[in-house]
């Protein structure tokens, strides 16, 4: 089932690569309440699923992870300028190589952050499939925005292809690779609970900066914003049905 999994977060990363190469004029309104959806639904897994799986195994001393988690994120998106949640940042032409390259770094370490907890096998069954519908919905902004960055960026439609395919690689990658090693060594297992733990801090931040941010000024809640966002927590609320 796994491999099947990380088949379709690969094919919804590139879907969400080739959205603005296919439409040309994207509604902005389409992609904020899209963000503010997949923020939710994000938040929602992170809070049912992920947080109690962590904290059952870990007791306490989750709550320290995921905080480090949280400001590792702060870390990171000052490599990816926040495209993952939904800032769109133009390099400007006399930095541009450099400001992509760096870009690429922050966003991959996120991508690879996102595919480790995919590799635990964990007490609830609900809490995989969970968490596999909440990376793919937001792979799709992600990669969305990351090619719109691409696209104003200029470097070429072969490079644009080529780097959006890396980066739909790298969760998968991630996730076979905390397979297999803590399928091999039993203390990769229990290493890999603090790593989820960080996960759920760098989640955790994400989700509620898109919260804040995704298209609206001075942090205003518009009520197509608040609907956006009660689809994805009920949406997240039904996979507690799931056996």
């Known amino acids: 089932m796994i491999s099947i999994y ?3 977060i ?3 990363t590139l879907a969400g690569g080739f959205i603005p190469i296919v439409f040309k004029q994207i509604k902005p309104d389409f992609f904020f309440y899209l963000l503010a959806f997949t923020g939710a639904f994000l938040f929602g ?3 049912l699923h992920l947080i109690p799986e962590t904290f059952g195994e870990l007791g306490r001393k989750a709550g320290i992870w995921i905080v480090i988690g949280f400001f590792l994120q702060v870390f990171l998106q000052q490599l990816s300028q926040g495209l993952e949640h939904g800032h769109t940042h133009i390099p400007g032409e006399a930095h541009q190589h450099a400001a992509l390259s760096t870009l690429m770094i922050g966003l991959s370490l996120h991508a690879f952050m996102e595919g480790i907890p995919l590799g635990f096998k964990y007490d609830d069954p609900s809490t ?3 968490l596999f519908l909440a990376i793919v919905v937001h792979k799709i902004p992600e990669a969305l925005t990351l090619m719109t960055v691409l696209i104003f960026s200029k470097p070429g439609k072969k490079s644009n292809l080529l780097l959006i395919a890396l980066f739909a690689v790298v969760t998968p990658l991630a996730a076979i690779l905390a397979t297999v090693l803590s399928d091999n060594f039993a203390a990769v297992s229990h290493i890999l609970l603090y790593v989820i733990a960080i996960v759920i801090g760098a989640f955790l931040h994400i989700s509620t900066t898109i919260f804040f941010e995704s298209g609206t000024k001075h942090h205003e809640l518009s009520w197509r914003k608040t ?3 009660s689809l994805g927590l009920v ?6 049905l799931i056996e």
């Open 10 to 12: 690969f094919i919804a």
């Open 45 to 47: 897994i992170t809070v």
């Open 6 to 8: 990380l088949v379709l």
């Open 128 to 130: 995989l499939p969970s």
């Open 227 to 229: 609907v956006a966002i």
């Open 235 to 240: 949406v997240a609320l039904s996979t507690l």
